[in-house]
């Protein structure tokens, strides 16, 4: 899942000494943008982490000085403030801020090994209509945006056109049917805009990340989005694609999509890793009948290093 546990390996990486100058920051905090959270969690906690920024209808990465990060702690995460969270692009309910970062006269919310300072998140209390699985992650806003509208009709046969979907990206990799795993294939139809067909997804995600133990081995693995969008039948619209050794492999898998730039139709964000490494928010947004790479981040918690 999108949480701490997995990224804070990050924070143990070796760094060159001019990576702890302050960067530019990529907006004034002070203007208050409207910010993308994730809010994961499990039975015991959820937690409210910012992920990105929508600044002038352009989704930017979060790229702060320490101190622009506590400014950013205080404004939006005051006890009490509630923001709403979505799933497959619709409303589905709010959480509710009861502990920031930096509590006056406490020790901050969490440490990493290594990190003098973290990325600031949210203790928060989470209502939702949504069943929750062991382990949940969500979508959020800093500000309400209306819902899109839903798609037509998921086809009947999804599991067969995506798997369709998925042989012709393998094909024009020198692979074939063969290469498909059942026991990890998977199949989604996303309703990312109104009146239109829905986004086709099939991936495959090797659990055991090789093919003779973890990160070991070989393995195939794709994240393949399709369209129809002439009404003529699916056609790809996004391919990752990479079958190798384990550990070099580039692993993609779907978190969730939501109308960001308030254009009608939803931007898809994506989890990016490498066997031990740390991960990638990639968001993608549809343009010319494609889906591209719009903004790609790692997510790296620690804002800066100890020496």
Not at 30 to 59: E, Y
Request: with cysteine; glycine share 8%.
């Amino acid at each position: 899942m999108f949480g701490i546990v997995a990224l804070a390996a990050g924070c143990n990486t070796a760094k060159k000494a001019d990576d702890d100058r302050p960067p530019p920051p990529s907006f004034d905090v002070a203007t208050k943008p409207t910010l993308v959270f994730m809010a994961f969690g499990g039975s015991d906690t959820t937690r409210l982490v910012p992920i990105a920024a929508i600044v002038d209808g352009q989704v930017k990465p979060i790229v702060l000085p320490v101190d622009d990060w506590k400014r950013l702690d205080s404004l939006y995460f005051q006890a009490g403030t509630s923001y709403p969270v979505f799933r497959d692009g619709q409303p589905a309910g709010t959480v509710t801020v009861t502990r920031r970062m930096y509590e006056p006269d406490s020790l901050p919310l969490y440490s990493l090994p290594g990190c003098r300072d973290a990325r600031p998140m949210a203790t928060v209390t989470l209502k939702t209509r949504v069943a929750l699985d062991p382990v949940f992650e969500f979508l959020s806003l800093s500000t309400m945006r209306p819902a899109t509208p839903g798609s037509t009709a998921v086809p009947g046969d999804l599991g067969t056109t995506a798997r369709a979907l998925a042989v012709m990206a393998l094909r024009s990799e020198q692979l074939d049917a063969t290469d498909i795993d059942t026991a990890s294939f998977s199949a989604r139809a996303l309703r990312v805009s109104g009146g239109k067909a829905p986004t086709l997804v099939a991936g495959q995600v090797d659990a055991n990340a090789g093919d003779t133990g973890p990160g070991t081995g070989h393995t195939t693995h794709f994240l393949v989005l399709g369209d129809n969008l002439d009404g003529k039948g699916y056609q790809v619209t996004y391919r990752h694609l990479e079958s190798g050794e384990a550990r070099t492999v580039e692993f993609q898998r779907l978190l969730d999509h939501l109308d960001l730039t308030g254009d009608g139709t939803d931007e898809i964000f994506v989890e990016s890793w490498r066997y031990a490494g740390t991960n990638d928010l990639v968001v993608l947004s549809r343009a010319s009948g494609k889906w591209h790479e719009m903004l790609r981040v790692q997510q790296d918690w620690c804002v800066r290093r100890k020496p």
